[in-house]
């Protein structure tokens, strides 16, 4: 079975399908963030019942706590947590380069202090690759430097050399390439001719996909959906393309329209932990004294478990006593919202009016 | 349909039916607390899938937040909490005489102020019945005074009186007898004459149902088993008994063999929060290391969804690094044990060998 298979094309958005050892991903697709083995409050079950395919976790993460000893004893990630769908594990080069006073770059590797107890860990990009071939992962990220925004030419330049130079020592470390597919991620800050390099010589690696890193770093969605714009063309068609930490509904539009399929972002499943929720009509916080004795759902004819059964006022009611099913039905809700979004996407994709269902889309979604 | 209707008897333990508007409970049954309209981090699907048939939720806390009009604009507590089983909303006594510096009891009712912001509040007798009419719960309590343990036996006496007063007008205020059953509460701390008379004295105003309350405040097991052993034979055979705000595993064996029906505690779940779980074998304490490597479920043969899917490890794991996943399925896990102890008390009634399975139980759980 092919890896990667597009369905259908409009323009330069897709519809495709990954099939991994665990099952059969369809693009678009909006993975939600399970960093520490768990996506927030959520059990595998309520994840299987909204027909999620696939999930993310984090190889830093893991690596830290529970280590990877355990899970490895455990039977790999999908049996300690109980997930039988895919998995994507990023690298955790955006976590530890988010720790800016505790780590340390060589072109070895990164230094680093655990951020709860201040251990100290080294991570050369092969120990990188090693912990997700351990974790048992569908689909493996290289370790990369993650620069901050704003950045200077020369820095991000060096950084992305750094950034292709463990993407080729992470390579020849993967051992698993029969079963996991280890991506290229392409860096560059916000300097075109630099980005142009990093997806230019990341492609000739021949990665089985690749992703587009540092970006949401801070450098705002114009240039944002710029650097989509000049990467996207030099991403091989026949790969996967994946737009690391972005998933704001609006953006979604814009980075499939691009021809991304694969987004990752723990925004909403964050804002649902504080009681905002997504609608056809924008976030709406339902803390706020107008849902007091709002006796709807969150959204008429969404099909959520938290919409079919409960009002605006109950969630409110919750959150106001600070009760965990708050956070657990807006949570639901917010996944299952990006999951439905997917599936209007890819309608329109295959109904060839895209820019119309991303207008109708935008012209309701406030942002 | 009889209110309550006994299918079986085993000495002065027994089997029963409490049919309500909104479905049949048997007992002896253990009722999850839901104090603020949620069994904390539970669905009602969850509770549905663990076939419980009844929820406590409380009177006090209800009034105060969201409020009565709220819930009865949303169509009553049952349709508010989206809870298609029955519902028993204790009064709020005991929540209110806990609060000593907080509260003031005069003839006419108790004076309050709330646990969160201050404002004042007057509750006599008949706006607790009052309420719980708004409310729509199945089971309703009176107001009682719950005293404080140790107490002077001449404070209990006036205490028991102003109990009984409280309840004769709540039995006058109630205006849903139809289809809400208002239950006496029986008080007189751990004076055995004190408990016979408010029993006595309880028992002519005839309610369709009885509770001992004010147990389990401190007086030790012992003395509470005393009050059992004392009341029990006063309270009427063919009524609901209802032994307040007990409900650790070994209680329930003690109480059921005294004749009791009905239980609610906020243990199982509280300790559930807290990384401790239940098992045939007594509590275990899942954060210790112990626990790290320990790749089985919490306890091998439980059909709850936390035992079929997790393992102890990654369960640690969830505690470890402050994911509320763990907390969920702690209190899965511990609301299951405690149903499924019912089940094994109401076959060693219905078997005739009650006392062989509760020798077996104690044998084993270690307290």
Redesign the interface.
Known sequence: MEFFKILHKYKKSRIAEINTPHGTVTTPIFMPVGT???V??????DLEEMNIKIILSNTY?LYL??GID?IE???GLHK???WKGAILTDSGGFQIFSMEDLRKITPEGVLFRAHFDGTEHFLPPEKVVDIQNRLGSDIMMCLDECPPYPAERGYIDNSLNLTLEWAKRAKLAHKNTDRQALFGIIQGGVYRDLREKSAEEMVKMDFPGYAIGGVSVGEGKDLMYSVMDWVGPLMPENKPRYLMGIGAPEDLWHAVENGMDMFDCVLPTRIARNGTVYTSRGRIILRNSEY??D?TPIEVGCGC?ACK???K??I???F??H???G???TTLHNIYFMIRLCGVIKNSIENGNFEKEKEKFLANFEI
């Not at 927030?40 to 079950?45: A, E, L, S, V």
């Open positions: 520490q083995a768990t927030k409050i959520m059990t595998p079950q993460h706590r529970p355990i004893r455990a039977g300690f947590m109980a007091k004795e006796f478990y059964n409960f009002t006022a109950y409110r009611h919750l106001n006593v009760e965990i099913l956070m657990r039905l």
